[in-house]
């Protein structure tokens, strides 16, 4: 998989030419461009197509999640849950989301901690991404629900993370 960078007004375009939850950039580009998708991509489309199963559902759910009582454990852990939902639009909602002077997530540990004063960089386990999490809660939940919405998806399901984000 490749990373490329993109102008805010073509991510736009191309994040509202989603057709359905968890369609990837790759394969929303593939469509409007009219290029056949691989055979196992397709089995894939359809199957999200016909399951109203997220990986959010088990999340939210487990002992992990509901048992934490730390609100920055809590957003590692959704941010990790996105990550793994979709890495191709977790990368594109992770690079346009930033604060009017500091970078909110990065590939590189340094490029948060000179992005701001006391960032305090955090790992996202199971992905390359670092996030600050000098915040508070309510820009934490902020950075959530933008990613959740620039990913594509539902409304509903943004409602229910974002209610459950606090212990």
Avoid: C
Avoid at 38 to 51: C, D, R, V
Avoid at 94 to 114: F, I, M, N
């Amino acid at each position: 998989m490749k990373t490329i960078e993109i102008d805010e007004e073509l991510y736009q375009f191309i994040a509202g030419q989603t057709k359905h939850i968890g369609e990837n950039a790759s394969s929303i580009l593939r469509r409007l461009l009219k290029i056949d998708q691989p055979t196992l991509a397709k089995q894939n489309i359809t199957a999200q197509k016909e399951s109203h199963y997220t990986p959010f559902n088990d999340l939210l759910t487990s002992d992990t999640f509901t048992n934490e009582k730390s609100i920055i454990n809590r957003f590692i852990l959704l941010l990790s849950a996105l990550y793994n939902y979709n890495p191709a639009l977790f990368a594109i909602a992770a690079t346009s989301l930033h604060g009017s002077k500091r970078q909110y997530l990065a590939k590189d540990k340094q490029l948060l901690e000179t992005s701001g004063k006391n960032t305090k960089p955090r790992e996202i386990i199971g992905t390359p991404y670092w996030v600050i999490s000098n915040t508070n809660t309510a820009r934490k939940q902020y950075i959530i629900e933008s990613i959740m919405s620039d990913m594509g998806i539902s409304e509903t399901m943004i409602n229910q993370v974002t209610n459950a984000f606090l212990p």
